[in-house]
């Protein structure tokens, strides 16, 4: 099981955009650029959400009672059927991804807290036997970074493991497709968000 959790914010989230319906139709300018790559859930709703969602799994893991389903026996198949160890013997892996300093990149402005929200999630998670993704939070990384982490994450998940995948940074989708956005990504058009930023499929 993979529980992902993301949030994305932007510091022009109070945008409100009232004539670009389609993007296919609409010309690239600067100001439609802020509107179309800032387009997303309001910071503060999305923060709350996935730290809700984290405490519930954290609250989940920490169960210190040993709960096992005894071996049965399957009565239409006469099979044995596997015993289900509790969370406390599963191998746990997690990878946590925060980006603040975009600065220099994507939106010319640093995000304030994705850095201290995945340092403080690692240091929990830490306590709960997870294993970390090269043993610690991947703090404002590159596409290159972001790619090579989640690579080695699919990795380590094997069948009966509890995997956990964290991000908070920037972030967009496009057609369906959700991408991440690293602090080195530049976009003059639409065709160069395939190439920058990280298609999380």
Known sequence: ???????????????????????????????????????????????????????????????????TVPAETDKD???????????RETKRIALIIGNS??????????LKNPVNDAKDLAKKLKSLNFNLVNNKALLDANKQQIERAVKLFTQELKQGSLGLFFYAGHGMQIDGINYLIPLDAEFKSKADVKYNAVNLY
Do not use: H, V
Not at 35 to 63: D, E, N, P, V
């Open 77 to 87: 198949t006469n099979r044995a059927l596997i015993r289900q160890n509790d969370l």
């Open 1 to 67: 099981m993979c529980l992902i959790l993301t949030y994305s914010s932007s510091d022009r989230d109070n945008f409100i955009p009232d004539k670009f319906s389609y993007i296919t139709t609409c010309p690239f300018t600067p100001l439609f650029l802020r509107w179309f790559f800032g387009r997303q859930i309001k910071y503060f709703i999305m923060l709350r959400l996935t730290l809700l969602f984290t405490l519930l799994l954290l609250s989940a893991c920490a169960q210190n009672k040993a709960k």
């Open 101 to 110: 300093d975009y600065a220099g990149g994507y939106s010319g402005t640093a």
